[in-house]
């Protein structure tokens, strides 16, 4: 099987229906953040996995209520994995990038311990597997993950990309795992800065235009609760046509568009300022963002 290039395009619901196989073996979050939460509840409500063998490395003790497992000390939740006389463990890395070397320096020499080499799952923005490789003394097979904001309503987009060493079944535990809070598609790594530039900062670019939808229709007459009323239920019903048409964004455009009315007015506007070439643009300044940060660490 390829490792690059797969798309999983089952909608979130038929993947909870299909992927019903919990995975039997020892989770551990390093991190026990929004998205580390989001990946959790989603996963958990498609019985990808039992809360009993999920464990979350996280300092803040006000967020220890939001899981089963919750350590402050890493230590105990590589105990923990010991107690669960596995054969196998994943520990996925959710901390924020710059604290990756922070977070794996206390576990490197206890995950050298383990009776078998983990798996590895990072979702840190922007950071190569040969980082993470190294954060972790090479004690452990890699793959890294991107996944949207979206995860966080079981919507997400993400990426993944295997290292060389991970296996198909790291692999199918990974599609596994985040096709149960939205959509996967595999890709090399070369294309990851891509992929955060398109699908990672995407909502920003969504939310970017339902913001100025918003302004408009105020200056236009309408009040607050109005403008948010129309431009939200606009935007997730545009989204949802989307979502649901074979068709090419741009022909769903030319069908509300009559000529000479309304909309290519407003069209004819965004035509001449270059909005579109502006986006585009704005992508692949956010990729080489996504390189300069990653050549910097």
């Known amino acids: 099987m390829n490792k690059v290039g797969r798309l999983n395009c089952t909608t979130p ?53 939001l899981f089963s497992n919750a350590f402050a000390d890493p230590s105990d939740a590589i105990r923990w994995i010991r107690s669960r006389d596995a054969d196998n463990a994943t520990l996925i ?4 990038p710059q604290m990756l070397d922070i977070a794996c320096a206390p576990i490197r020499e206890e995950i050298a311990q383990l009776p078998f080499k983990p798996l590895a799952i990072s979702i840190l923005a922007g950071t190569r597997v040969e980082q ?64 955060t530039a398109i699908a990672g900062s995407g909502p920003a670019y969504v939310f970017y235009l339902a913001q100025a939808m918003i302004e408009a229709a105020l200056q236009l007459g309408f009040d607050k609760q109005q403008a948010q009323t129309i431009v939200r239920q606009t935007v997730f019903g545009s989204a949802s046509m989307l979502d649901q048409s074979p068709e090419m964004p741009r022909q769903l455009c ?7 009315g309304t909309t290519q007015a407003a069209t004819d506007v965004l035509d001449d300022i270059g909005v579109t070439d502006a986006f585009i643009r704005a992508i692949h300044a956010a990729r080489h963002r996504g390189i300069e940060l990653g050549k910097s660490d």
Do not use: C, W
């Open 13 to 65: 619901m038929p993947a909870v229906q299909y992927f019903m196989q919990t995975i039997a073996h020892p989770i551990l979050f390093i991190g026990g953040g929004n998205m580390a939460h989001a990946i959790i509840s989603g996963a958990r409500k498609a019985g990808i996995l039992d809360p009993e063998r999920v464990g979350v490395i996280e300092p803040d003790i006000n967020r220890h209520s």
């Open 93 to 96: 890395l959710s901390v924020k």
């Open 132 to 195: 993470i490789e190294h954060a972790l003394d090479h004690k452990a097979r890699v793959i890294r993950v991107m996944p949207n904001m979206p995860a966080q309503i079981g919507r997400a987009m993400s990426a993944i990309s295997p290292s060389d060493e991970a296996t198909e079944q790291d692999l199918e535990l990974a599609d596994q795992l985040f096709s149960s809070i939205g959509k996967t598609i595999t890709v090399s790594e070369d294309l990851m800065n891509a992929f």
């Open 254 to 260: 030319e069908q509300v568009t009559s000529k000479k």
